[in-house]
């Protein structure tokens, strides 16, 4: 029950029974359904074995029904393993009936199944085992055991066998048929039963749970049971916790808190340490990026990198969803900053996705500095990038946001240079046009410091001014999209360097919509 594995081969036949009666009475199904095609390939052996002790459990027990037969069937072939055994006399009535009902003990003469029954009923009477039969007052052994009619029955057919009985007599014995009761074939004596499923009626029954698990706080309370065997075995943390007698206690309850997990992401990972198996698909991006980073607390190390491949492999579509959601994770959460790089690439790439997203003014001041460092951002003119940025300050301030800018105050413009003071100098100022600094000349004027905005008016006035104690940021760069290359495309290449399959060369221009 604790491995899901089994060794049958030295098991003996008497305790290879025993064992399925105890798995049917603790509903063992998966158990059982490998059991028993293990013991009917076995069974001609147990018989030979220890006839008696096999028959006792054959016929006492509802689950070994399907036995019954094909031992009746072994018994006719070899009938001195029962009849024969050292302990026949102490055979259940019940199973020596159904024994001599049987039609195929030809192999024994009618009498001697009679003297075997005579031996088995003496053997019942303790009284009659300490006297000789010859000192019995009455010899006359059939006359005196067997019914009037039969015994006048069994004198007439032997005076004339034309004669039928009058009584009912049973059908002669029948030879037993020669080819073997069982079909042999290959069979893994090594048994292996589907825990997962077991473990999954387990988590889903919640029986038995000593457990009281409680994530989402704020958002969405959500309590799960679970039972303190399964998490210690199956997860590192829950080991550690577990064996530190520091745990929070209700009762006869272990109580864990995990306010940062959302409840759904909980019930992924809690479902996977009682069946070992999870499904990434159909995760969105923020899930997927939740279940990493609960796995990393949870120090389920066997997932993250499967987990890692399929956020890598799905990140386009996940920023396509949410570009904020998921840079905002990614940028706070220590356990996703591998995925900085990528997000960093896709936004100047896709710029729009982010500085176009409903609710891109709730993205972090860190996160947008982060941004306005890039390079690479040249798909955008640089007094767009100062809109955004600007539109973002404002929407930082309440009061800026009532107001007309047309009735601004001093005060206003400080407020909004305090707010976006880190900002301003990841600007690049000296590539943003002598147009487009005069069309915002006065908000240029109010918000950027005196030596800033004197440095670019002489700029414009005179390109080969060069601005003091300023540094000036390089030009931005565009970004060149490559599309996605998969494994499967790997050898094509290979063939394209290679010069031998055109055909995969063309396959590769389909799919990726390339035109010859």
Known sequence: MYTTEIILDNLEDIKTLELLAIADELLLQDFIDKLKPFILQNLENFIKQDAISVLGMVFQYDICESFRNPSLHLISNYPDVLFEHQNFCQLEKSTLIQILQYDYLGKLNEIDIWNYLFKWGIGQEQALQNKDIKTWKNRLLFENILSEELYRDIGEYYLDPSVPPKGIVQRPKKLPVIDKIVKKKRFENRSYIDIAKTNEYLLKEENYYDVIIRTDEKQNLKEFHAHSLILNIR??????????????????????????????????????????????????????????????????????????????????????????SIMQIIFQQDACRLFQENCLHYICTYPETLFEHQNFIQIDQSLLIQILKCDYLGRLNEIEIWNYLFKWGIAQNPTLQKEDMKTWKNADYVMLEKTIHECIPLIRWFQISGKEFKQNLALFRNTLSSELYQNIWNYHLDSSSLPHEITILPPRHKRVHMPLIRPQHFNIIASWIDKKDSLNMKKMHKENGIKK
């Open 235 to 324: 997860s590192s943390y829950f080991n550690h916790a577990l064996t530190s007698n520091q745990i929070n206690k209700e009762g006869k309850y272990l109580i864990f808190q995990f306010s940062n997990i959302p409840a759904n992401i909980f019930e992924t990972i809690l479902r996977y340490l009682y069946t070992a198996t999870i499904t990434f698909y159909g995760l969105k991006g923020v899930e997927a990026l939740q279940l990493l980073i609960a796995a990393n607390e949870l120090h389920l190390e066997d997932i993250i990198g499967y987990l890692i491949s399929f956020i890598r492999q799905e990140f386009e579509e996940f920023m396509k969803q949410d570009a904020i």
